[in-house]
C-alpha cells in the first residue's frame, strides 16, 4: 500500500556521542545478538534491498548507524552483541557504545530487541531486556528468521516467549517477523508510528 512506502536516507556511522547527528527527530533502534538479522530486518521494512550493509560475518556492525526516514523517526543499527570471535577490547569498546546509546541517548523513543525465533531467548538477550526495563525505556521484542519455522512452530515460539516475558514482568509485545516474506512489517511500521506521535506528545 502507498503507505507503506518509506524512503530512507544513510545520515552516518558513529561510536562516540560526539558524532551522534542531530535531526531532532525521534529514535528507533534495532539490537540483538550478533547475526540474529539486524541489518536485513531493516532492509525488509524499507524494502530496499542495501540500506543496512548485511554480513554473513557476526560482529561486523562495528558502528552505530543512523537512517532517516519519511516516517518522521531515524532508524539506528546497533553493533551486535555477543560475538566471542570478536577480540575482547572490541567487544568491550561494542558494550560501552551501545550503553552509552542505549542509557543516555535522548531522542531514543524506542529499543527493538531481535532475538532469533528458532531458538529460546539467550541470557544475553534477557539480560538486554532487565537492563532496558531497569532504565524505563519502551522496547518490543522481535522475533526474527520465523521464516525457517513451520507455522504451527511460529505460534508456539511466539507464546512460548511472551510467557517467558511474562514470567518476568516485562509487559512488551513480541512481533513475529522474516526479513524474506516481509512478515511483521506492518506491525512494526504501526508500532514505529505510535512512537513517534507518542514522543512528539510527550515533547511538544
Known amino acids: 500500500m502507498a503507505q507503506d512506502h518509506i524512503s530512507v536516507e544513510f545520515i552516518k556511522g558513529a561510536v562516540q556521542p560526539d558524532q551522534y547527528p542531530d535531526l531532532g527527530l525521534p529514535e528507533v533502534a534495532m539490537i540483538g545478538r ?4 539486524k541489518s536485513s530486518l531493516i532492509n525488509a521494512i524499507v524494502r530496499q534491498g542495501n ?3 548485511v554480513s554473513n560475518t557476526p560482529g561486523k556492525t562495528q558502528e552505530i548507524n543512523f537512517f532517516a526516514t519519511n516516517l518522521g523517526i531515524v532508524l539506528v543499527d546497533l553493533p551486535g552483541y555477543g ?17 552509552t546509546y542505549l542509557f543516555n541517548r535522548t531522542p531514543l ?6 532475538i532469533d525465533g528458532r531458538h ?8 538486554m531486556l532487565e537492563e532496558l526495563e ?9 522475533l526474527t528468521k520465523c521464516d525457517k519455522l513451520s507455522a504451527k512452530d511460529v505460534e508456539r515460539r511466539h507464546a512460548q ?10 509487559a512488551v509485545d513480541v512481533i ?3 526479513s524474506k516474506t516481509g512478515d511483521g512489517r506492518s506491525s512494526l511500521i504501526g508500532i514505529m508510528k505510535r512512537t513517534r506521535d507518542q514522543h512528539q506528545q510527550a515533547s511538544s
Open 34 to 37: 550478533s547475526n540474529v538479522g
Open 51 to 53: 540500506v543496512a550493509r
Open 83 to 99: 560475538y566471542a570471535s570478536v577480540s575482547k577490547e572490541r567487544r568491550e569498546l561494542f558494550a560501552k557504545s551501545i550503553r
Open 109 to 114: 523513543a524506542l529499543v527493538c530487541v531481535l
Open 120 to 127: 529460546d531467548p539467550q541470557p544475553l538477550d534477557m539480560a
Open 134 to 142: 531497569m532504565n524505563g525505556r519502551n522496547f518490543v521484542a522481535v
Open 161 to 170: 516467549v511472551k510467557e517467558l516475558l511474562s514470567q518476568c514482568r516485562f
Open 176 to 178: 513475529v517477523t522474516s
